[in-house]
């Protein structure tokens, strides 16, 4: 937002992206602009095939877009070539993957501290940072397992706990339940909302509407294009009782 | 038959899905099974020249020969053998005027000339393999000598006496005569005659036919010495050497076939020897890389095996699609490797002629062809076999989920890759995931850096061999035929290096796609596109670097077993040039495909794996 | 408050009024905190006028109602026995908003989609409130589960309402 003391954590504008030619085209994200303000957590939800994973694909460097501008922090990353985007990967970004996306021969930290290694810190304090974080997700006991000892919800706390690794400026989650039963998700919307009390901007996509309910904005998609808004910080018009039709 | 049209249908159905892999592994098939067939094809053909052409020539079976002092007709005790016991047949006696000079090209060369009838003879009538026989004014020239000195029929020759002892002399009377024809013989004559050393070194002088009456101008005008031969057919062939030797005596001397089939065999051109020996490595390269490949295929069936056992069908029916699919790709690729192999054996013969030394072009026989075929169906089925009996075997779930082996904890690589720098991070750890790949990698270039190792020990060992004589008929470069059998060889160096290559590019190609996935995540974590590269190529050298090391004993193995020589060992710069060159081109062949892969954005290829 | 609540709530033994509102409390956790304290009087005085359940005084105390013991009926026993294996589920009530959209648009008293929309709202904010209430709840708690019931029950309707706004964008009257 213009005006304001920090620069936006994330701002996007006129971000399109497009496939095939002439009769084929398809634009699977079709003219978003987006701010994300530091400290936000916003959902994005749409039907599948709205082209919300694209999207997010671009915002983190993921995949490159067919036009528009994209600035995290206050770097334009849309003009980077592969290697500037790692590098951004490396520092500024954590992505978390609906299919995780884990190492399956390394153990919990040996994922964990990956990024960290990656990014040229020495074993010993990416080992400790590493053993840290998975503390703070609540699996300290679970650090040397495999992910195949592991359950989703935590294979997915694992990954989690991988895109933070780097103390990123912002943290990217697509469908991070979508592969995860009732209680996993609650395990993982806790998570989720820690971090936004920590001051960790998030920017999350989901048709799951309980991911959505968390955040501070939620915004609709279709077709490729944000179609609403809704700002979820407001109080509800009745107290919790009228939630099981007790009149208060 | 229901099951028969199912299992078409899967087959046909994968191989569309899958054209890369299913042209691929076509390439390599057809790579095999045509360097096979021109290997079988020559080898069989040049592993006995003589027996072909004696067969060709109704070569005798015993060569007499009586030098005369001064002028006559034929010798009446050389005549007389033609009645002597045992004998069935005969033909001659024929004059041989020598030395006879031959001008070619500049050049002049003492020859035999034998005096022959117009007519076709009942033993020994060399067989044309250009042009025709002699008649007035013409010359056939023998195949060997016609390769030496370059001659094409219809060229025209100066012929006449000579009395040049190899110690300088003069030509006499030189006439012009046309080449008529160029001929094979099974005859030689016996030795005194054929220790007539040629000045340029040959064991043998050149032969060639002229006409009776021509050959008796020669041997008349210079009034030095001449001889008579007679080519003798036995009842007992196996009795040859005996009668040889009852019969010899002064001035008249026999040979047996025996005698002159060892000689033969003693005498290899360098041209025949390349042959034998390029072909045979090429064949087992040839065979060793497509085995490797067809069985690091079996690899990715797995989770096809899983989906196929998902749907109900038995471990029979999965392992027969498995082998159908192999078969088909087999038996297209070794058609069209046997087509090729058909077109390309008889260019790597004397052009416009037959193959030295043995009349007719080397034709793909029906063994040949059965021989091929069946090798390329035993190398499919076999290197299916195994993977196709695990495959099936495996629990579906397991096979669905696509880790043939369960993840195990590789403790001490983690440990150690941790402190490595990025690349070697990386790439130690893509090394380590998969074990069996790597050392599939590692045996086809032990396998690549052997055969290029026994070449390059060939090389060697034919350059040194020049200066001993005897063994080799031609002595060196300079001479058309030592030419020749070194284009040969060169051809062989470079389809042994295209096979090589071949070899190389499916390796490499496979190590990166193999690493697909978890180089897109290890990306997505933040690595730059330049260090998954390195890594990938490190990953490679990781197991290229023991493989090649070990083709240097594999290479020795190879030149013994197939070079047919004393084990020499190979000359350590040019061994430490091949390890190199090989793993300079392993690591280029890596780094194109890894350098094209890390510049697509990371969610495609995550996208792709997770489909 | 249902009335088979309040007689479920007595088959174990007699109990005070006041015992009975602080067990309902406990079992619906902070959701039980709008509870009108009076509702399970009133139910309990229905009750009793039933003939479901009987009341006793305590010996020797003023005539006040959170004094009574109530304990159930033999006719009040019968009717939970049949409770308990009733399948009978509460019924959403869909009905009345999907007539509230069919007769906004026919008569033209507003936009469906505006009402749809402001409906989605009001529930994704009660949704949160569930949210946020269960992840205060300490693990396996009744209330845990209760709020488990209402956040799925929110999510099924907000599907609906999608679906309601998908159809209401292309279609202009039913």
Known sequence: ?248 | ?611 | MQQEVVLAMLAKEPSHGYDLRARLRLALGPLGEAMNDGQVYVTLTRLEKAGLVECEQAAGLPDRPDRKVYALTAAGQQRVARWMSDVSWPRPDLAEFHLKLIAAASAGLADPLSIVDAQRRELLRRLRDAERAAMAEPDRSAAGLLLEGVVLRLQADLHWLEACERAWTTRRDY
């Not at chain 1, 994300?36 to 916003?42: K, L, N, S």
């Not at chain 1, 995780?100 to 990656?118: G, R």
């Open chain 1, 1 to 248: 937002m213009p005006g304001t003391d920090s620069p936006a954590a994330l701002r996007a504008t006129g971000l399109y992206k497009q496939y095939g030619k002439d009769a084929a085209l398809v634009r699977a994200v079709d003219g978003v602009d987006l701010e994300v303000a530091p400290g936000e957590t916003v959902a994005i939800m749409g039907p599948s095939g709205c082209g919300k994973s694209t999207l997010l694909h671009l915002l983190g460097g993921l995949d490159r877009p067919s036009g528009g501008e994209i600035w995290i922090g206050e770097r334009s990353i849309s003009h980077l070539g592969e290697r500037g985007l790692a590098r951004i990967r490396r520092h500024q970004v954590g992505f978390v993957f609906q299919a995780f996306h884990l190492m399956d021969e390394l153990t919990a930290v040996e994922n964990v501290e990956l990024p960290a290694l990656l990014a040229g810190r020495s074993p010993r304090a990416a080992r400790r940072r590493a053993k840290q974080l998975l503390d703070r997700v609540g699996l300290a006991d679970r650090v040397s397992f495999l992910p195949s000892a592991l359950s989703g919800g935590q294979r997915q706390r694992v990954a989690i706990a991988r895109a933070l690794v780097a103390d990123p400026l912002l943290v990217l989650a697509d469908e991070p339940t979508g592969n995860l039963d009732s209680e996993a998700t609650l395990e993982v919307l806790r998570l989720f909302d820690e971090l936004h009390e920590t001051g960790q901007t998030l920017v999350i996509v989901t048709h799951d509407s309980r991911i959505a309910a968390t955040a501070n904005r939620m915004i609709g998609m279709r077709d490729g294009a944000f179609v609403d808004e809704t700002r979820l910080t407001g109080g509800t018009s009745g107290s919790l009782g009228a939630l099981i039709g007790l009149e208060g």
């Open chain 2, 1 to 611: 038959m229901g099951k028969v049209l199912l299992v078409a249908r899967l087959v046909a159905r994968d191989l569309r899905h899958h054209p890369t892999q299913a042209v691929l592994l076509l390439v390599a098939i057809t790579a095999g099974a045509s360097t096979l067939s021109v290997a079988l094809a020559l080898h069989g053909v040049v592993s006995q020249p003589y027996a072909a052409t004696r067969a060709a020539t109704a070569g005798p079976d015993v060569v007499a020969a009586m030098q005369m002092q001064r002028t006559g007709g034929p010798p009446a005790q050389l005549t007389a053998l033609k009645h002597a016991p045992g004998v069935t047949g005969s033909s001659g006696p024929f004059l041989l005027a020598f030395p006879t000079a031959l001008e070619a090209g500049g050049n002049s060369d003492p020859v035999i000339a034998e005096g022959r009838d117009t007519t076709m003879a009942g033993v020994d009538q060399p067989k044309v393999v250009a042009g025709g026989w002699v008649r007035p004014g013409g010359v056939v020239v023998e195949r060997s000598l016609a390769d030496l000195l370059d001659l094409k029929v219809g060229e025209w020759v100066q012929l006449g006496a000579s009395n040049d002892y190899g110690s300088g002399g003069g030509q006499i009377a030189m006439q012009r005569f046309q080449v008529t024809g160029i001929a094979v013989t099974a005859a030689i004559q016996p030795s005194p005659i054929s220790n007539f050393m040629h000045p340029s070194g040959f064991a043998e002088p050149g032969l060639v036919w002229v006409t009776q009456s021509a050959a008796a101008q020669f041997a008349n005008a210079e009034g030095g010495p001449f001889a008579y031969t007679l080519n003798l057919k036995l009842a007992n062939p196996a009795a040859a050497p005996a009668f040889a030797t009852a019969h010899q005596s002064g001035p008249l001397s026999l040979v047996s076939w025996q005698s002159i089939s060892v000689k033969e065999g003693l005498i290899i051109s360098i041209e025949q020897a390349v042959l034998l020996t390029g072909s045979s490595l090429l064949g087992l390269l040839a065979l060793a890389s497509v085995a490797l490949l067809v069985g690091s295929r079996m690899e990715e069936q797995t989770r096809r095996v899983g989906l196929l056992k998902a749907a109900g069908a038995p471990p029979s029916v999965v392992a027969w699609i498995l082998l159908a699919e192999q078969l088909v790709l087999a038996v297209v690729g070794a058609a069209i490797g046997l087509a090729i192999g058909w077109l390309v054996a008889p260019l790597l013969t004397n052009p416009g002629a037959s193959l030295v030394g043995v009349p007719g072009a080397p034709t793909l026989d029906l063994p040949t062809v059965g021989i091929v075929i069946a090798a390329a169906i035993a190398v499919a089925g076999l290197a299916t076999l195994v993977p196709a009996i695990r495959a099936s075997r495996v629990s579906t779930v397991r096979a669905l989920a696509d880790s043939p082996t369960p993840p195990r904890r590789r403790w001490l690589s983690t440990k150690v890759s941790a402190w490595l720098p990025v690349p070697l991070l990386i790439g130690m750890r893509l090394a380590s995931r998969r074990k069996r790949r790597a050392l599939l990698s590692a045996a086809s270039i032990a396998i690549t850096v052997g055969a290029l190792i026994a070449l390059l020990m060939f090389r060697q060992h034919s350059q040194a061999v020049t200066s001993m004589g005897g063994l080799y008929r031609f002595s060196g470069p300079g001479d058309p035929l030592w030419d020749r059998g070194m284009q040969v060889m060169l051809v062989f160096t470079v389809a042994l290096v295209v096979l090589a290559l071949v070899n190389a590019i499916l390796v490499t190609w496979a190590t990166v796609q193999d690493a697909r996935h978890t180089s897109a995540v290890e990306r997505a974590l933040g690595a730059s596109p330049d260090q998954v590269g390195l890594a990938l190529v490190a990953a490679q050298l990781l197991s290229a670097l023991p493989g090649a090391i070990l083709g240097i004993p594999v290479g020795i193995v190879l030149y013994v077993a197939v070079g047919r020589h004393n084990s020499t060992v190979p000359s350590v710069p040019s061994v430490v040039a091949v390890l190199l060159l090989t793993l300079i081109v392993v690591a280029l062949l890596t780094a194109v495909p890894a350098r094209i892969g890390a510049r697509r954005p990371v969610a495609e290829v995550l996208q792709a794996e997770t489909a």
